[in-house]
């Protein structure tokens, strides 16, 4: 049987808080959220961006950069979004959410960018 690693997280060390999936996984480099943004469009999604301070990403509330992109299916149009909500708020999490029409609920969600915790 393989051994399962361990990935210790706790509320007291910040930096070892993790935020999903992806997030045991090295950043993304700019190909690979390409491919992400590029699997969400090709899936029909309609992709949303949204953003906050790290001290506050373990709670519900984001805040929503923008109105979500109904029917894009630029993936550059996308890109373009993520690194402007990332370059107007430096410190903060952003993350790209793929909501599925058919299912009525988020197909996908992602960290892209991750702020700095304090």
């Known amino acids: ?4 690693q361990d990935y210790p997280s706790r509320l007291s060390t ?6 999903g999936t992806f ?10 959220i390409r ?4 699997w969400i469009v090709q899936h029909g999604w ?10 506050f990403a373990r709670g519900t509330y ?5 109105l979500p992109m109904f029917g894009e299916s630029d993936v550059d149009a996308i890109l373009a979004e993520l690194k402007a909500c990332h370059e ?3 410190g903060h999490h952003v ?9 009525q609920s988020q197909g996908a969600n992602m960290v892209v960018y991750r702020g700095a915790a304090v």
């Open 14 to 19: 910040p930096e070892s808080r993790k935020m």
């Open 23 to 32: 997030s045991y996984l090295p950043p993304m480099d700019d190909a690979q």
């Open 46 to 55: 309609n992709p949303a961006i949204e953003h906050t301070e790290p001290d």
């Open 1 to 4: 049987m393989t051994q399962v």
């Open 62 to 66: 984001w805040y929503m950069w923008k």
């Open 95 to 103: 993350r790209l959410i793929g909501y599925d029409n058919f299912t």
């Open 35 to 38: 491919a992400q943004v590029a």
């Open 88 to 90: 107007a708020n430096p």
